[in-house]
């Protein structure tokens, strides 16, 4: 009987010892470290506690709770939708793809994660992949407005912006009453670059809702892209040439005030036309003779016409005090999107008049091209000019009136890092080659310059900006220079302002430069 009373003693004393072991074991280490009560392999409770951390706000450990349930139970679809958002909000495309997916080979009619898959492909830049999941969506949410909007994007991203207006107009039809359609379909048109377009539409949705505060901002957009908009400029200029390298005696020395107003009107979705007044008062100062004052005047009109993708312009110009025409020419602007590259091309030729002191002007015909990848800019640009009527040097000691030919190329490439403040850095190369050398005009002969540039620009995000920008540079004659500027601005409803300045220097010409620039939508 002793033994039989030993064993159960023993026994016991064991279960005692399992339990407290099992206790240790079955009670986790919780998430700030101390001991809790739960169980490891459930998911429900490291559900439980992906959601605490969520509402607490702290995202990464959400998601490692989250993970845990997946461990426990792959197929949970509610684990997956709430790691798939985690992962998107973060900008993990990809990795929360891969959740919505998981979800989506559950349960395909899930609309979250089809939608989220949708999401995903438009963030990683492929349209068409988006516009397809966006659809399978639709499919289970018709006519739903958010989902309707992404699509829309996505097509004209697409490069479909009639098929991302087709699906609002079906929505105006179908939905009369309902002012989203109609703000949608504004909101497309806005996004085109149709402001008079969209006009009608947003007007519409306004008038089903009034309290709507994104289609007052939106009707707020469209009238002002259609305002006449009045731009003013006082500039100061300093201009000064040393009479020989390191000498502190001018060969000349310009001082100048320049105001000049603009105003712009669009006309319609395809035709604006601005008209711009120049008027500039200097005086000049030349080496051993008296100070010169000159008042100069610049009165021109351009008009812009846009087709789809090309915008062509036609520009003409003439100034009073000098009795004769200052300016005309045409240019053509075009730009396309190809997958992730952005190509744009400028063409312009026709006649500027300028150094207008020394009545000398020039015929030009150029080209620039850019191509913009994600952060990458590269640009070239080629530049032919003939300048007339000039006093050219022949020989070193012949001089005769005509004409003098040049070309100008410059090759550049930028790369922008961060977002706020933007921080672009760059490279350029470039070439001048006049026939003849002139008094009256700066005509450089074989002449190669490369130099970097560096510029920061931060916006506040309450409608304050700044950048400041630079550069340095050397050329072919072992002669360098640097050249600095920078803009303080302000974007107000009533009026835009904006403070700038710039300097220039080389050891033969240097130049500053200060203005106040005022804007007004009317």
């Not at 006082?234 to 502190?248: A, F, K, T, V």
Request: glycine share 8%; net charge positive; proline share 3%.
């Amino acid at each position: 009987m002793k033994n039989n009373c030993r064993r159960r003693m023993k026994m016991f004393a064991g279960l005692i010892v399992v339990f407290v072991w099992m206790i240790t074991l079955g009670m986790p280490k919780g998430l700030s470290g101390q001991v809790v009560q739960g169980d490891t392999l459930s998911a429900e409770y490291w559900r439980q506690k992906g959601y605490e951390a969520k509402v607490s706000g702290d995202a990464e450990l959400s998601l490692q709770c989250y993970l845990k349930v997946l461990s426990v139970a792959p197929d949970d679809w509610d684990a997956h939708l709430a790691t798939a958002r985690i992962y998107f909000n973060r900008g993990s495309y990809e990795d929360a793809k891969r959740h919505y997916l998981g979800v989506y080979k559950t349960d395909s009619s899930n609309t979250e994660a089809l939608w989220g898959i949708g999401r995903c492909w438009y963030r990683t830049g492929k349209f068409q992949e988006a516009a397809l999941w966006y659809r399978k969506t639709l499919v289970y949410l018709p006519g739903h407005y958010p989902l309707l909007e992404d699509l829309s994007y996505a097509l004209i991203n697409s490069g479909k912006p009639d098929e991302a207006m087709d699906i609002f107009l079906k929505m105006t039809k179908a939905e009369p009453k309902e002012p989203l359609a109609w703000a949608g379909a504004g909101k497309i048109l806005m996004a085109a670059g149709k402001p008079a377009e969209a006009l009608p539409y947003l007007k519409k949705a306004i008038a089903l809702d009034s309290a709507n505060t994104e289609i007052k901002a939106l009707l707020k957009s469209a009238k002002g892209a259609m305002a006449f908009t009045v731009a003013y400029q006082c500039m100061y200029i300093n201009e000064r040439e040393p009479i020989d390298l390191g000498s502190d005696t001018a060969a000349y020395n310009i001082d100048a005030v320049v105001q000049s107003l603009g105003i712009t009107k669009r006309i319609g979705d395809r035709f604006t036309l601005r008209f711009g007044h120049l008027l500039d008062h200097s005086s000049r100062q030349y080496f051993q003779e008296e100070t010169q004052l000159r008042w100069y005047d610049h009165t021109y009109l351009k008009g812009q016409y846009l087709v789809g993708k090309h915008q062509f312009s036609l520009h003409l110009g003439g100034s009073t005090i000098e009795n004769q025409w200052t300016t005309y020419g045409i240019a053509w602007d075009y730009g396309k999107w190809v997958k992730k590259i952005k190509f744009s091309n400028t063409f312009s030729a026709g006649y500027d008049y300028y150094y207008y002191w020394n009545q000398v002007g020039h015929d030009y015909v150029s080209d620039q091209l850019k191509i913009g990848w994600k952060n990458l800019l590269l640009e070239a640009s080629y530049r032919y000019v003939n300048v007339r009527p000039l006093e050219l040097i022949i020989n070193d000691t012949t001089t005769e009136v005509g004409r003098n030919p040049g070309q100008q190329y410059t090759l550049s490439g930028k790369y922008t890092f961060f977002k706020n403040p933007k921080i672009t850095v760059g490279v350029y190369h470039q070439y001048r080659d006049y026939e003849y050398r002139s008094r009256k005009y700066w005509a450089a002969q074989d002449r190669d310059l490369n130099g970097a540039t560096l510029t920061v620009y931060w916006d506040s995000g309450k409608k304050l900006y700044g950048y400041v920008t630079g550069n340095i540079g050397k050329d072919s004659y072992d002669i360098e220079h640097w050249e600095v500027s920078g803009e303080l601005g302000y974007n107000h409803p009533f009026v835009s302002i904006s403070l700038g300045a710039a300097r220039f220097y080389n050891p033969w010409y240097e130049n500053f430069i200060a203005y106040l620039s005022l804007s007004k939508r009317l």
